[in-house]
T-cell receptor, first 110, second 115 residues
């Protein structure tokens, strides 16, 4: 299985602080995506980074990819209480299927 | 547009009962997927359909069957439910005929409990 692992499993920060979440994976990938899941809801796509990209930005989100270390990080700047959710990284490998990690629970305290 | 819809939202079954989970999309997407989500396990792919008329097994297909009824609808059937199938089930869609290259869009989920 090429299932990745996110780190940390849980993160609690104060509103306004930055949140950094990490993801490691095992095999070569075509791209890596980050999704958010609010409690009791489906997953929502946040950002995709391709294997030939190193960094990508979208609003308050910044994602990096280091294919030599098989790792990615998601940075949420100036966090808000509404950012409280679970975050998943997902990789697309040679079989073109998405493989999800176990997720990171982010709590942003007002 | 409703996007991806799933019915029912909640279901309780007894061991051995059967049921069908329904998924429909109005996004004109080609690929559709069924995942299950268990605590601490992330999402695992059960079955997928790259296009109308085709289905393939994912990581955890045992105990399930699927039907791609048409381009819009992809159903998941449990023939004889077991407590190990207690989970939250998500349907997802993707525009292309191969998954993961771009964004997948998820339905709200079906929370299934098997007693």
């Amino acid at each position: 299985s090429q299932q990745g692992e996110e780190d940390p499993q849980a993160l609690s920060i104060q509103e306004g602080e930055n949140a950094t979440m990490n993801c490691s994976y095992k095999t070569s990938i075509n791209n890596l995506q980050w999704y958010r899941q609010n409690s009791g809801r489906g997953l929502v796509h946040l950002i995709l980074i391709r294997s030939n990209e190193r960094e990508k930005h979208s609003g308050r989100l910044r994602v990096t990819l280091d294919t030599s270390k098989k790792s990615s990080s998601l940075l949420i700047t100036a966090s808000r209480a509404a950012d409280t959710a679970s975050y998943f990284c997902a990789q697309t490998g040679a079989n073109s299927k998405l493989t999800f990690g176990k997720g990171i629970t982010l709590s942003v305290r007002p | 547009n409703a996007g991806v819809t799933q019915t029912p939202k909640f279901q309780v079954l007894k061991t051995g009962q059967s049921m069908t989970l329904q998924c429909a999309q109005d996004m004109n997407h080609n690929s559709m997927y069924w995942y299950r989500q268990d605590p601490g396990m992330g999402l695992r792919l059960i079955y997928y359909s790259a296009s109308e008329g085709t289905t393939d097994k994912g990581e955890v297909p045992n105990g399930y069957n699927v039907s791609r009824l048409n381009k819009r609808e992809f159903s998941l059937r449990l023939e004889s439910a077991a407590p190990s199938q207690t989970s939250v089930y998500f349907c997802a869609t993707h525009y292309g005929t191969t998954g993961g290259v771009d964004t997948q869009y998820f339905g709200p989920g079906t929370r299934l409990t098997v007693l």
